[in-house]
């Protein structure tokens, strides 16, 4: 079956990066696009940005632009999301789905799985 | 603040209908697709495009969208729907994805 099992739990410092891997297994891994969604306490879902199936582009959402990367090694069906400059706002559950999408009578995207989650932790 | 409006908190009793609906300017050119998560849990696609549902998704949820608005329908609500759920589509730039700030579910 299609599945996304992510790394595990991190607790990192103030001005520290962290690196989230996500390995894909079930499908064709480089007919896909990525997005990786974060979860802060009590909130709601943030888009952070989205990778392509042969891993050379990426886009960012605004707010994280300048500190996000994302990577694809396709030879391990491994995807990463690297955040830096890490501080307390950034605390929380981190993401990634798989992109599916359609050109029905408009087009829609949506994202079927989803990797368990990543709780990153960023406190002094 | 998110390109998608949704209310924040919705009740519906049980064993009756409820709408929850997402607005945007988006959504004149892009469908949305729907998720529900329970606490703790990651969220699951419960709804895509106008009113497709995955496998496994209990025909009692339907979706709809007119305009600026999708909505998520859930016809004879089950105590296991009190969840928070979100609509997702893209930007009104076309350019960038975008959740709507999700509707707390609450089934009396």
């Known amino acids: 079956q299609v599945q996304l099992v992510q790394s595990g739990a991190e607790v990192k410092k103030p001005g520290a990066s962290v690196k989230v891997s996500c390995k894909a297994s079930?499908?064709?891994?480089?007919?896909?696009?990525m997005h990786w969604v974060r979860q802060a306490p009590g909130q709601g879902l943030e888009w952070m940005g989205v990778?392509?199936?042969?891993?050379?582009?990426?886009t960012y959402a605004q707010k994280f632009q300048g500190r996000v990367t994302m990577t694809r090694d396709t030879s391990t069906r491994t995807d990463y999301m690297q955040l830096s400059s890490l501080r307390s706002d950034d605390t929380a559950v981190y993401y990634c789905?798989?992109?599916?999408?359609?050109?029905?009578?408009?087009?829609?995207?949506?994202?079927?799985?989803w990797g368990q989650g990543t709780l990153v932790t960023v406190s002094s | 603040s998110s390109e998608l409006t949704q209310d924040p908190a919705v009740s519906v009793a049980l064993g009756q209908t409820v709408r929850i609906t997402c607005q945007g300017d988006?959504?004149?050119?892009?469908?949305a697709s729907w998720y529900q998560q329970k606490p703790g849990q990651a969220p699951v696609l419960v709804i895509y495009?106008?009113?497709n549902r995955p496998s496994g998704i209990p025909d009692r949820f339907s979706g709809s969208s007119s305009g600026y608005t999708a909505s998520l329908t859930i016809t004879g609500a089950q105590a296991e729907d009190e969840a928070d759920y979100y609509c997702?589509?893209?930007?009104?730039?076309?350019?960038?994805?975008?959740f709507g700030g999700g509707t707390k579910l609450t089934v009396l």
């Open positions: 990778i392509n199936p042969t891993g050379n582009s990426a």
């Open positions: 789905a798989r992109d599916v999408s359609a050109k029905l009578e408009k087009p829609v995207w949506w994202f079927d799985p």
């Open positions: 495009g106008k009113n």
């Open positions: 997702y589509s893209r930007d009104s730039s076309g350019n960038y994805w975008v």
């Open positions: 079930g499908y064709t891994f480089t007919s896909h696009y």
């Open positions: 988006s959504l004149r050119s892009y469908y």
